[in-house]
Nanobody
Framework: QVQLVESGGGLVQAGGSLRLSCALSGRDFSATIMGWFRQAPGEEREFVAAINWSGSSSYYADSVKGRFTISRDNDKNTATLQMNSLKPEDTAVYYC??????????WGQGTQVTVSS
């Protein structure tokens, strides 16, 4: 069973930065893609960023491209999302996950990011 713990969220002013971390456990995730998602109040959960198993390729939603950077450490089974130039519309609960977790409906508690204008 996939277990996910996100951390690093908080309250920041527009233009500021935050660094989110995700710890995965339950199995070895070094061979799988890892992703970040977010859900704003009253909205559906949406894709933010993903990174392949080796870290050589990353993918971003258009809304965060150029501002967010995803990375991973396979030795520690962790993923990180560096968020710069934050905007009020980035306010959401942020989640990380892997395909196995998504398929089984397993999500962590997420971490709240609030960007004030």
């Amino acid at each position: 069973q996939v277990q996910l713990v996100e951390s690093g969220g908080g309250l920041v002013q527009a233009g500021g930065s935050l660094r989110l971390s995700c710890a995965l456990s339950g199995r070895d995730f070094s061979a799988t893609i890892m992703g970040w998602f977010r859900q704003a109040p009253g909205e559906e959960r949406e894709f933010v960023a993903a990174i392949n198993w080796s870290g050589s390729s990353s993918y971003y939603a258009d809304s965060v491209k150029g501002r967010f950077t995803i990375s991973r450490d396979n030795d520690k089974n962790t993923a990180t999302l560096q968020m710069n130039s934050l905007k009020p519309e980035d306010t959401a609960v942020y989640y990380c996950n892997v395909p196995q977790g998504i398929a089984s409906g397993s999500w962590g508690q997420g971490t709240q990011v609030t960007v004030s204008s």
